[in-house]
């Protein structure tokens, strides 16, 4: 047990007491609270909390080395991840929550009025919030077992206990305040590395504007060296695979259903209109500083370890070599390390910045402290989608419509937990690349519920076949071409299972409105108050006329 | 409760949906534009960058967060204009979810 070990132990769990002690004191009462945190979030804080919510493991760990290797290619993640926002802030945000309900199930049950699409929305949620879970929970378990040097099983097991306790305990309420302290250690966790690289390499402590240079002097390299330019678009794919993928992954951060919910726990239409707003800032902070992270240390690779002796590497390499993470075998036997003979691991990039940069021991464990963060904070969010799903929309307003609030809190904590342990045991031994499965959970998203929410808030005529109608065939098309694309090897337009959305949105939105259109309106009522979501709280669409309810007064 | 004149309420709605219009067209340009003209892009510079990276990489996501504030500010003025309390909304919305 070095220094090191101790430092990073005590700031992790000086944050693990944090967030346990908010949820705890935040507990959740009344179903209210432990759905939608009573609806009196403020919007910077939700700005924090879907900040926390959103960026996952992967996105704080893995996505400046995805951009490293991919180069321009993996823009798209940058580009599509961001985009999203618009999407949601726009077209859904604001008018889910003038809908007032609990869960995006419960918006698709009651607006389509029908138990059938209640349960295949509910279904879908807990598909798609389980896959995303397993990527966390197995994300945390590499953090704390990489960092201690234990096993990475029993990381695993270690994240699982917490998360089940402080999202059971707190409910949505204690969730939205840790993941607000949560999006504070990460972000910082984040920044500091990238502006000491920044000063070391530029002199210019701002990332953001000084990596441009390096970028361009890349390219000098690349093209020295022969191989395809880094800032070089479309070497890794087409530009369709490229637009597809920016497409699915922007509809799908709009559609997933653990994002939304968070913008139910303000109070009005602005509220959520601001939520965005400030959400997005807050998320871009981190992926304004990613392709900046990626560029310095693509940099630093270029010129200090590749073309130096194989025996005079810098010291830093040398932990990473044992990890496997970074291979450095001396192809030709020439002595001397060339950049083709190394290969790099996408993990790498975050989590070695302080070494290189030789920040440190507190830095280093605020890393480790803020990649807890990232993943804990989206599991915790990810934990309420599925409770929800099953406690809220299966279980009372299917199966018990009489049980007492009591009942439906308690199944609701016990579905935290058993979902929980049951996400931990096959994030033991998860089932292929993370990374694949989490872009699955967004095309499915994509193919599902994208469309079911824009046609249900923004157009009336819209039924209940419609959306049963869209939700299968949209289900059906994403994974008939995730299958064949990914182990059939047909594409089109070379665009690969990951871009598999766009065929999914497209068909759902068709079903939807053919099947809408061939069969009987929805009723008078429903139409009414899908058209009064075009207004503020204080406009009422009733009886074909909008009114003011200038007294505001509780009963419209 | 006071009827709105059809044509107020309407109008309401046609200026808050000319907007989104607007800004999807920004939003759209700067991701998909870019990215579809990418090559051609290239060899302009900006800041270092070449310019389809600099919009990859920051451009684009600037632009879309100026236009979430842009949006929740216009959003403002456009309630204010129609003489909508945010005080009365929150009354009203506290009062009008289904809390069960």
Sequence with gaps: MDTQFLVSLSIILVTFALYIGIAIYNKAKETSEFYVAGRGVPPIFNGMAIGADWMSAASFIGMAGTIMLLGYDGLAYIMGWTGGYLLLTFLLAPQLRKYGRYTVPEFIGDRYDSHTARVIAALCTIIISFTYSIG???????????????????????????????????????????????????????????IFMALQL???????????????????????????????????????????????????TAGLPHV??????????????????????????LYLSAPAYAAFSRFILMTQVAGSKITELPAWTKTWVDTGKLQVADGNGDGVLQWNELIISNDIVVMATPEIANLGMFVIGLVAAGAMAAALSTAGGLMIAISSAF??????????????????????RWSIVIATLLAG????????AIT????????????????????????????????????LVGLGVTLAYIFA???????????????????????????????????????????????????????????????????????? | ??????????????????????????????????????????????????????????????????????????????????????????????GKVLDH
Excluded at chain 1, 151 to 174: C, E, H, P, R, W
Excluded at chain 1, 261 to 285: D, E, P
Aim: avoid cysteine; charged fraction near 15%.
């Design chain 1, 136 to 194: 966390q929970l197995s994300g945390s378990g590499v953090v704390i077992g990489r960092l201690f040097e234990i096993d990475a099983k029993l990381g695993t097991m270690i994240g699982v206990v917490l998360i089940a306790f402080y999202a059971a305990f707190g409910g949505m309420k204690g969730i939205t305040w840790t993941q607000v302290a949560q999006y504070v250690i990460l972000i910082i966790a984040y920044l500091i590395p990238v």
């Design chain 1, 202 to 252: 530029t002199g210019n402590p701002m990332p953001w504007i000084s990596y441009g240079e390096l970028v361009g002097k890349m390219g000098e390299l690349d093209r020295e060296l022969g191989i395809s330019e880094y800032f070089a678009p479309f070497t890794n794919g087409t530009k369709w695979q490229f637009l597809a993928l920016m497409f699915t992954l922007m509809a799908g």
């Design chain 1, 260 to 285: 939304i919910v968070r913008f139910y726990t303000v109070s009005t239409m602005k509220a959520a209109r601001w939520s965005g707003a400030w959400a997005l800032l807050f998320i871009g902070l």
């Design chain 1, 391 to 412: 406690a809220h929309d299966i279980f009372y307003r299917v199966l018990k419509p009489n049980s007492t609030e009591k009942t439906r809190l308690s199944v609701a």
């Design chain 1, 425 to 432: 045991v096959i994030a033991l031994n998860p089932p292929g």
């Design chain 1, 436 to 471: 694949q499965i989490v872009a699955w959970a967004f095309a499915l998203a994509t193919g599902t519920f994208f469309p079911a929410l824009v046609l249900g808030v923004w157009w009336k005529r819209s039924n209940s076949q419609g959306v049963i109608a869209g939700l």
């Design chain 1, 485 to 556: 694309a990914k182990y059939g090897g047909f594409t089109i337009l070379g665009i690969i299972d990951t871009g598999a959305g766009v065929f999914g949105a497209t068909a759902a939105f068709a079903a939807n409105i053919i099947v809408s259109l061939m069969t009987a309106a929805p009723s008078q009522k429903i139409q009414e108050e899908v058209m009064d979501l075009r207004y503020p709280e204080q406009m009422v669409y009733k009886d074909g006329e909008v009114w003011m309810n200038d007294d505001g007064s509780k009963s419209v």
């Design chain 2, 1 to 94: 409760m006071k009827k709105i004149d059809k044509k107020v309420a309407d109008s309401y709605f046609r200026e808050k949906t000319r907007n989104m219009v607007i800004y999807f067209a920004i939003g759209f340009l700067a991701s998909f534009g870019v990215v579809f003209f990418a090559e051609p892009l290239s060899d302009i510079t900006i800041n270092g960058f070449p310019f389809h990276y600099f919009m990859g990489a920051q451009g684009a996501v600037l632009t879309f967060i100026i236009l979430l504030f842009v949006n929740a500010k216009m959003g403002d003025a456009i309630d204010r204009k129609y003489g909508i309390d945010e005080n009365k909304n929150e009354q009203i919305s506290s």
